[in-house]
T-cell receptor, first 111, second 115 residues
Framework: AQRVTQPEKLLSVFKGAPVELKCNYS??????LFWYVQYSRQRLQLLLR??SRESIKGFTADLNKGETSFHLKKPFAQEEDSAMYYC?????????????FGTGTRLLVSP | EPEVTQTPSHQVTQMGQEVILRCVPI?????FYWYRQILGQKVEFLVS????????KSEIFDDQFSVERPDGSNFTLKIRSTKLEDSAMYFC?????????????FGSGTQLSVL
């Protein structure tokens, strides 16, 4: 069975500090990994996905198959990064987006 | 950017009543989904829908649940006889393509409260 683990419920940092939101997954096949973000009172929205290897709003995430991790990183946090972050996994062999989500990490960036 | 629209934003109902949650996916999307999030828990997949039929459903999606695309724009989730444990935020989502790496567009959710 697929499982996504986000060990931290809350991560509190000061503006300008580096940020790393941890995500580990459990899946025997080749997963598709995503980070979704939910800003206060807004909808879930895709932040980035590992297949596109892009950097969005300064965030990056590298899929480490050896450690089964997909940690989200940003070198210098901004106050507007404060939000709920969800790591999610999708099986490559299904044609449909059955995402398995982690429990989420709330990032709080203080001035 | 186009958006998925959900109505109502908040629905309160009595246990045992039927509720219908409504969603308008992005107009040219072909794949539709319902997810839910019980307070304090993770977002969970309920069902995916394509070509006017369910393509996959989770074990949560029992006989009390049904989905329908009654016209070319709406996508509904019906709960026939609500239970207290159905109280949750329900998210509709859609995507243009069905691949596992595709981007999902989520609605802002309907908060269902069963009393």
């Amino acid at each position: 069975a697929q499982r996504v683990t986000q060990p931290e419920k809350l991560l509190s940092v000061f503006k300008g500090a580096p940020v790393e939101l941890k995500c580990n997954y459990s899946y025997s096949g080749s997963p598709e990994l995503f980070w979704y973000v939910q800003y206060s009172r807004q909808r879930l929205q895709l932040l980035l996905r590992h297949i596109s290897r892009e950097s969005i709003k300064g965030f990056t995430a590298d899929l480490n198959k050896g450690e089964t991790s997909f940690h989200l990183k940003k070198p210098f946090a901004q106050e507007e990064d404060s939000a709920m972050y969800y790591c999610a996994l999708s099986r490559w062999d299904t044609g449909f987006q059955k995402l398995v989500f982690g429990t989420g990490t709330r990032l709080l960036v203080s001035p | 950017e186009p958006e998925v629209t959900q109505t109502p934003s908040h629905q309160v109902t009595q246990m045992g009543q039927e509720v219908i949650l409504r969603c308008v996916p992005i107009s040219n999307h072909l794949y539709f989904y319902w997810y839910r999030q019980i307070l304090g828990q993770k977002v969970e997949f309920l069902v995916s829908f394509y070509n006017n039929e369910i393509s996959e459903k989770s074990e949560i999606f029992d006989d009390q649940f049904s989905v329908e695309r009654p016209d070319g724009s709406n996508f509904t989730l019906k709960i026939r006889s609500t239970k207290l444990e159905d109280s949750a935020m329900y998210f509709c989502a859609s995507s243009g393509q069905g691949g596992s790496g595709e981007k999902l567009f989520f609605g802002s959710g309907t908060q269902l409260s069963v009393l």
